[in-house]
């Protein structure tokens, strides 16, 4: 809704997206009068439909469901066993690689997206590892052999999504396939030595190498790493760092100890991070709440953000050992009026040490733009951590739009919506732009391409829509209503203007949206308007007569006011728009709340009226 504007509204959303595609909505999806809306049944068909969705996204918070990863299992699937180095220790992982190939030969995300060929040949080249290292499965590494050879012109694409780390990793595992025999092809040898040389001192995003340790192999000083071992034994919840880290650096019973606890949750596969509960079901409220459906699942919400809460209390590392974790919990409880102190991301003031290897966080782009929206929650003098936080990466954000440093557009664009003040926005407006950006299919880059099953699918899409539709449905039926009233009231002609009736509903329909609250947004419209005609009475519209008789009227309301002469047509067209407005919405919160309260309607009009006398 764009407000400022008047007569405008916004229309339904269309429901050509069944995927990938567009909404079909033009830039400039506002008209100048108001339409007639039907909402859209393609995607949910009927209220069966409508509630089936329903519950298959309140199961989401029950059961999280992280995406498999061809990459991570493939480490986890070369560690050797702990009594004989010549066999794996989890060949519940090879059986899964040799079951999970693609049809044309690779690894890796599915279904897959035509930017993400790195990361296919960075999965798919950890496969073929596994597969040789423990000489099994001949066919399928003749596949991806095939695979790696007509795809390898992609190493050196820079339109290609590049996995974190790809320019380190990817190279040290040509080496390790070398030494296997594996009969690589020369022309890709040389391309990723090349990107590797390429690379040298390089930084990276992630301003953290040690995340990548598996990148430098028996070269990397794992004692050193292991300084960073966590709590649940992992590397930076890393399944293939820790699994790199059983390989090149002996045994580790915390390690074996991680790797186990994953499997014995997902059986024969590994996510590319783990632990998640935490971080998936905060995005996923961070999801509804984006989409404006997040009233659905109040339930649901509060629990998680109770949880989190808990967690923060006790400091658990599931949130504070990821910068973007930490920040997207402290939004969500601050904004939820839970007691969150800023102090908890004071480690984030420093740009220099946030990008450091010191801290043995990961700084990715997603958690620069989390930080800059946490940032914006001042609400105490002692916030000032957020506005150091603010600055910084405010600035580092648009040195990025600058040099137009970014993976794709949809990270361009994320940066530009973060800069702005979101107080400044409202919520029906980032509803709808949430919903025509959503996208089924959509992936986050680490160090391999996941998607949340959690997250982006189909029931989200769907209901979202739906309950934009049949929000802005009843909004527009409301107009009407509001039309019909403002003509039978006669309001234009004591000197308001139709278009005054759009702004006025609609700043209400922006604040208070929901179906439920019909009565409230169109009683607050009208008040707003009768509201306004009397300011433009008493600031000299109507002579002092007329105001004297409008006094006069107010003080007879339940008495005998019809014996009053009106002393003007505006005064009989005012004050019969006030008696009519004022006794129906009195009969109607008789009816809500089972008591009469029209007597303090009447002093409050009563109490307006002296007020603008005196």
């Not at 039978?488 to 702004?503: A, F, H, I, M, S």
Request: proline residues 3%; glycine residues 4%; hydrophobic residues 35%.
């Amino acid at each position: 809704m764009i407000l400022g504007h008047r007569c405008t509204i916004i229309l339904p959303l269309s429901h050509h997206k069944l995927g990938n595609e567009n909404f079909g909505l033009s830039k400039n999806a506002i008209c100048q009068r108001p339409r007639r809306v039907r909402c859209s049944h393609t995607i949910v068909e009927s209220m069966d439909c409508v509630k089936e969705a329903k519950e298959r996204i309140r199961e989401t918070f029950v059961k999280v469901e992280p995406c498999s990863s061809s990459y991570d299992t493939a480490w986890v699937a070369m560690v050797p066993s702990r009594n004989s180095l010549k066999q794996p220790c989890f060949p519940q992982c090879l059986d899964w690689i040799l079951e999970n190939q693609r049809e044309d030969g690779s690894w890796g995300l599915n279904p897959s997206h035509p930017l993400l060929v790195k990361d296919s040949l960075s999965s798919t080249l950890a496969c073929l590892l596994a597969l040789s290292k423990w000489g099994v499965g001949d066919k399928q590494v003749q596949r991806g052999m095939d695979f790696m050879e007509t795809h390898g012109w992609a190493i050196d694409n820079k339109d290609q999504f590049s996995p974190v780390g790809f320019e380190i990793i990817f190279p040290n595992m040509i080496k390790s396939a070398e030494k296997l025999n594996l009969p690589l092809d020369l022309d890709l040898v040389n391309l990723a030595t090349a990107e590797r040389s390429l690379h040298n001192d390089f930084t990276g995003n992630i301003g953290n190498l040690k995340y990548m340790a598996e990148g430098f192999g028996e070269l990397c000083q794992w004692k050193e790493i292991m300084v960073y071992q966590r709590h649940n034994g992992s590397l930076f919840d890393s399944p293939a760092t820790t699994a790199a880290a059983l390989i090149y650096h002996q045994y580790d019973e915390k390690c074996f100890g991680y790797l186990n606890s994953i499997l014995k949750v997902h059986k024969n596969w590994v996510p590319t991070i783990y632990p998640t509960k935490t971080h998936s079901l905060l995005c996923l409220v961070d999801t509804l709440q984006s989409l404006g459906v997040d009233r659905h699942f109040k339930t649901e919400i509060s629990k998680v953000l109770d949880e989190t809460y808990r967690l923060w209390q006790q400091n658990n590392e599931e949130i504070f050992s990821n910068a973007a974790h930490c920040a997207m919990a402290f939004r969500l409880l601050r904004m939820s009026n839970y007691d969150v102190s800023s102090e908890e991301l004071v480690e984030f003031v420093d740009e220099e040490h946030c990008f450091s290897t010191r801290s043995g966080k990961i700084t990715s782009h997603d958690a620069i733009v989390e930080l800059h929206k946490a940032s914006q929650l001042a609400i105490h003098e002692k916030d000032h951590i957020l506005d150091t936080i603010r600055n910084w990466t405010g600035i580092f954000m648009e040195q990025q739009l600058l040099n137009n440093d970014f993976l794709d557009r949809k990270s361009k664009k994320e940066v530009e919506l973060a800069l702005r003040k979101f107080y400044a926005t409202y919520d029906r407006v980032e509803s709808r732009r949430c919903i025509e950006a959503y996208e089924v299919n959509n992936f986050k880059i680490l160090k391999a391409a996941c998607r949340s099953p959690n997250i982006n699918n189909r029931d989200f899409l769907g209901f979202s829509v739906h309950d934009f539709n049949l929000c802005q449905a009843q909004h527009q039926k409301e107009l009407q209503q509001l039309k019909r009233w403002f003509e039978d009231c006669r309001l234009e002609q004591v000197g308001l203007p139709q278009q005054y009736l759009y702004t006025t509903y609609f700043l209400t329909a922006a604040l208070l949206f929901e179906p439920e609250f019909s009565d409230a947004r169109l009683a607050c419209a009208k008040n707003t308007m009768l509201v306004t005609l009397v300011d433009d009475f008493f600031d000299g519209y109507v002579c002092e007569d007329e105001l004297l008789n409008i006094f006069e009227l107010v003080q007879r309301w339940d008495g005998n006011y019809s014996t009053v002469r009106y002393h003007s047509e505006r005064v009989k067209i005012f004050f019969s728009a006030l008696y009519k407005t004022i006794e129906e919405l009195a009969a109607k919160a008789n009816i809500k709340q089972g008591q009469c309260i029209k007597d303090h309607f009447i002093d409050l009009i009563g109490g307006e009226v002296r007020q603008h006398q005196a």
